[in-house]
C-alpha cells in the first residue's frame, strides 16, 4: 500500500497539453500500463493497485484534465471527448507503443473512445464499472442531474454543505470509502475554485461522447476484460455482461463485495486480476 493519508499520495510530475497542465507519476519498470481514473475520483483510487503492477510493469497514473491536481480552470473543456484527447496527447508526450491500459468509471469511456475514434493503438484494455453504456449518469433523478439542474447553487455551496453533500452522492456507489479515502476525493472539490470545477465535470455529461463508442465496440480486436461490483449503485451490474457481449472475445470478472469503487472494495482481487491480465493470462470468467 502506497498510502491511505491524503497528503501521502502527491504526483510529483507535470506534462503540458494542448489544453492544460496534467499532473502524473510513473512508478515501476517493464512493459508500460497506463491507469485512468473516473469522476469524481483522482488517480488516489489506484494507490493500493500500483504497488502489484509495479513490481512487472512501468506504471502511469494521472489526474484528469480538471481533477485532482491536474489543472483546473473556467472554461475548460473536461468531457470525455477532451480527455480522450488528452490521453492521446499524453501517449503520444510519453513515446509509448501500444500500451496496456486500464480505465475506471468514465475513464472507461475515455480510454476506448481514444482507441475506437482517436486512433490510440492499447494492446490490453482493462474497464472497470465504466461509463460506455447507458443508462446515463446525466439521467433525471441521478445525483448528478441533480447538479446540472441547479448549478449556480451548487458553486456557491458552503464547504461543510457541500461535504455532507459529496458524502451522500459517494454513499449512493454501495463502496466502503474509509475516512482518509473521503477526505481525499473530496479535498479537490472544496472552496470556490474546487466547487465550479465539479460543477462543470457534471455539465459536461454528453451521452453522445459515449452512444459514438457503442456501435463501435465490436470493433475492439485486442484483449478486453471487463469488471464490475456485482453491488455497484451507479451503474447496474447488468451493464457489464451488455458489454462482454458487445466485445468480442472479451472476459468478464465480478466483484461480489464489490460496489462501484471496486479499487477500494477489494483492493486485492483487482490488482490480482490487472496483474493476471495485463502479464497475458487472466482467466475467462
Not at 510513473?26 to 481514473?37: A, C, K, Q, S, T
Request: charged letters at 25%; one cysteine or more; glycine letters at 10%.
Amino acid at each position: 500500500m502506497i498510502g491511505n493519508a491524503t497528503d501521502a499520495w502527491r504526483l510529483g510530475q507535470r506534462q503540458g497539453t494542448s489544453v492544460g497542465e496534467v499532473a502524473y507519476e510513473v512508478f515501476g519498470e517493464g512493459p508500460p500500463v497506463i491507469l485512468v481514473h473516473g469522476t469524481p475520483t483522482r488517480s488516489y483510487l489506484w494507490r493500493n493497485i500500483v504497488p502489484a503492477l509495479a513490481e512487472h510493469r512501468r506504471v502511469y497514473v494521472y489526474d484528469l484534465l480538471g481533477y485532482g491536481e491536474s489543472e483546473k480552470g473556467e472554461g475548460q473543456d473536461v468531457s470525455i471527448a477532451a480527455q480522450a484527447r488528452v490521453l492521446k496527447e499524453l501517449v503520444q508526450a510519453w513515446r509509448l507503443e501500444e500500451p496496456a491500459i486500464a480505465g475506471h468509471d468514465i475513464g472507461g469511456g475515455i480510454v476506448l473512445r481514444a482507441q475506437l475514434l482517436e486512433g490510440v493503438r492499447f494492446n490490453r484494455v482493462a474497464i472497470l464499472d465504466a461509463v460506455v453504456l447507458g443508462p446515463r449518469l446525466s439521467e433525471p433523478r441521478s445525483s448528478t442531474w441533480h447538479v446540472r439542474e441547479h448549478a449556480e447553487a451548487y458553486q456557491a455551496m458552503p464547504n461543510h454543505l457541500f461535504g455532507a453533500f459529496f458524502s451522500a452522492y459517494l454513499g449512493e456507489t454501495n463502496s466502503d470509502l474509509g475516512g482518509d479515502a473521503f477526505e481525499a476525493y473530496l479535498a479537490p472539490w472544496l472552496g470556490e475554485e474546487g466547487r465550479r470545477a465539479f460543477v462543470r465535470q457534471a455539465l459536461q455529461v454528453e451521452e453522445w461522447h459515449t452512444g459514438e463508442i457503442e456501435p463501435r465496440l465490436a470493433c475492439v480486436e485486442v484483449p478486453v476484460l471487463v469488471v464490475w461490483g456485482e453491488k455497484d449503485g451507479w451503474l447496474d451490474p447488468s451493464l457489464a455482461l451488455r458489454l462482454r457481449k458487445e466485445i468480442p472475445g472479451s472476459e468478464l470478472k465480478l466483484i461480489q463485495e464489490g460496489g462501484h469503487f471496486v479499487q477500494e472494495d477489494a483492493p486485492e482481487e483487482i490488482a490480482k486480476a490487472l496483474a493476471s491480465f495485463f502479464c497475458g493470462d487472466g482467466e475467462r470468467a
